[in-house]
C-alpha cells in the first residue's frame, strides 16, 4: 500500500520534470529570459495536476502541498536554460520529453481519480485531462495551437494509457505493474506514432 | 421539484451538444484531424459547467459523475466531423449553435448558482462565466479571439438570459417556464443582434 | 485583528480596480466594443484572484460572494471606456496599473495562503500566482504573449513582494506594515525595471 503510493509520487515528480523541461525548451527556442523560462517550465509542469486536483476537490493541489514538485519544476527550468543544446543534440526533444510526461500524467491522473471513488469512464477523462493540461497551456502561453490539437496520435495515446489502467483495476492486477504498463504504452504508442508518420483522418471535404 | 431538477439536466445535456458541434465544426474549417475535433468538441462543450462547478464548490463536477455529459460531448465531435457540409448549408452554424449553447448555460449556470445559495449578482455573473467559458476556450485553443470580445452583443445576451432567472426566481414565477423564458431571449438577442448587424459603441477616439 | 482583515480587502479591492484598467485600456486600444471592454476588465480584475481562492479550496471565490469585486471591475472598465485618452496621457497606464496590481495581488494572495496554513513557499508561489493569473488571461484573451513571458522583471518581482510578506511573518511584524512593504517593493522594483530597461539573461546559444 505504501510502495504504490510512493511510486505514484515518484512517477508524478518524474512526469512534472519532464514536463518542466518541455516547457524550458519551448521557453529557451522562443528566445524568453531567465524569468520567462523559469515560468514556462513551472506552468507546463503543475498546470495539469493542479486542475486535475481542483476538479477532485483536493485541494490545496499537490503542488502547494509538497515544495519537492516546485522544486522540481524549477530545476527542469534551469536544467533548460543551460543545457538546452545538449538535449537538441539528444534528437526531437520537446516530443520525446513531453510523450513521456503525457504517459506520466495521464497514468497518475487516473489512478488518482480512482483512488477517489469517480468511476472508470471519468477517471479515465480526468487522467487524459492531467496529460494534456499543462502542456495545452504551454503552448497556449506562447500563443501555438497546442500539441494535442495539432498533432494525430496524442490525446489518443494518453487515453490508451489510462485504459490500461483502468482495466488492470479492473482485474485487481498489481497497481505498480499496471502504472509502469500504462506509462510505457502511451509513451511508445506517441514516440512511435510521430516517428512513422501516422496520421489520423480529417473529416470528408473539410 | 423533480420536474425541474430533470429539465436543468436535459437542458444542460442540450447545452453540452450544440456547444460540442460548435467546437466540433470549428475544427473541421480549422482542418484538424478526427482526435483534434473530439478534443476541441470536448473541450467547448464542457469547459464552461467545469469552472461553474468548480466556482460553487461542486466537485467533482457534473460532466465526471455524470458520464452523459461526456459521450453527448463526443457524440457531437461525431457528428460534426461525418456531417459538417450538411451542417454548414443549415446557414452559419457556429454562429447559431453558439447562441443557442450560450442561453442553455447561461440559464442552466445561473440556477445552479441561486440553488447553492449565491446571492443574485453573483449568481448572473456565474451564468454567464459558464456561458462564455467554453466558448473562450474554443477560440483560445484554437488562437482565436473569442467570440465573447469579438462580437457584439454576446455577453449582454447571456446576462439579460441570466437576469430572467434572477427575475423570476425573485418573483417565484414557475421555475420551468422562467428557464425556457430565460433561454429564448438570451438566444434570440443573440441572433438577432448578429442578423440586423447590431454595432456597441466604441471609446470614442481608440 | 480586524483592521488587518479590513486593509487586506481594501488592497484587494484595489488591486481589483487597477488590473480592471489594464483589462479596459488594452481593450479600447484593441479597439473592443463597450461589451468587449467590460469583459476584458473583469476578467483581468478577477481572474487571479479566483484562481488563488478555488486553489485553496475557499470556494464560492471571494469575487462571487462579496459583490463589490464585481462592481469595482465593471467601474474600472467603465472608466477605461470613458476616459482612456487622459489616461494615456499620464504615461505608459497599462504598464504602471500592472505594476500595482501585480504588487497588490502578489500581498494578499500571499497573506491569504499564510491564513490557510499554507508553508512559506508554496504560500509565495501562490501569491505569484493571483499576481500574474489575471493579466496572463487578460493577454491570452487578445492573443498576445503574456506579459509575464516577455517582461524582464514581472514575476520576479511579485515573487519578491511575496518574500517581504513571508519574512515579516517569520518574524511577526505587524501585517499591515509588512503588507505596505511588500506592495511597494514588488510594484517599485518592477517600474524601476521597465525605466531602467534591466534585462534578465537569456540562454546561451539560444
Redesign the interface.
Known sequence: MMDIAVLLRGLDLLGTFVFGLSGGTL???R??????????SVAAAIAGG?VRD????A???AS??D?RY?LVALAAGVT???F??ALNRVGKPVMVLDALGLGLFAVTGCQKALA?G??P??SM??GVLTA?GGG?LRD???????R???E?????AALIGTAVVVIGDRFGLPEAAVSIAGVVVAFTLRVVSVQRGW????????
Open positions: 521557453a529557451v527556442r528566445r524568453l529570459d531567465i524569468f520567462g523560462v523559469l515560468v514556462l493542479m481542483v476538479l477532485l476537490g485541494t490545496p493541489p502547494l502541498e515544495e516546485l533548460s536554460f543551460l538546452h543544446p477517489f469517480l468511476d469512464v471519468a477523462a480526468l494534456v495545452a497556449l502561453l506562447v500563443t501555438e495551437v497546442p494535442v490539437l495539432r494525430e496520435i496524442y490525446a489518443l496520421s489520423a483522418p480529417r473529416a470528408p471535404g473539410s
